[in-house]
Nanobody
Framework: QVQLVASGGGSVQAGGSLRLSCAASGRTFNNYAMGWFRQAPGKEREFVAAISWSSGNTNYADSVKGRFTISRDIAKNTVYLQMNSLKPEDTAVYSC???????????????WGQGTQVTVSS
């Protein structure tokens, strides 16, 4: 079992930056992956980015590619999402998840943490 705790959300103006953290604890697998999803009011939860714990390979949604960077600190069992050039449409509740691949498919992820709110104003 894996427990995930997300933090770092807040309010920022358009064009600003924010860094989210997701601390993981508990049992993991050799080829585990961690990802970020977000959900805005009235919209479906969408994939943002993911990273393979072992290889460091990453996967990004087209909407955030070039602006967001996902990374991991193996020693701290923590994954980060550095968000730059934020836009109002990035406003959402961001949740971290753990699974077996860096797929964009939500069903791939088994463990979920509670979300952290990100608000981007014009």
């Amino acid at each position: 079992q894996v427990q995930l705790v997300a933090s770092g959300g807040g309010s920022v103006q358009a064009g600003g930056s924010l860094r989210l953290s997701c601390a993981a604890s508990g049992r993991t697998f050799n080829n585990y992956a961690m990802g970020w999803f977000r959900q805005a009011p009235g919209k479906e939860r969408e994939f943002v980015a993911a990273i393979s714990w072992s290889s460091g390979n990453t996967n990004y949604a087209d909407s955030v590619k070039g602006r967001f960077t996902i990374s991991r600190d193996i020693a701290k069992n923590t994954v980060y999402l550095q968000m730059n050039s934020l836009k109002p449409e990035d406003t959402a509740v961001y949740s971290c998840a753990a699974g077996l691949s860096i797929s964009h498919i939500r069903a791939t992820y088994t463990y979920w943490g509670q979300g952290t709110q990100v608000t981007v104003s014009s």
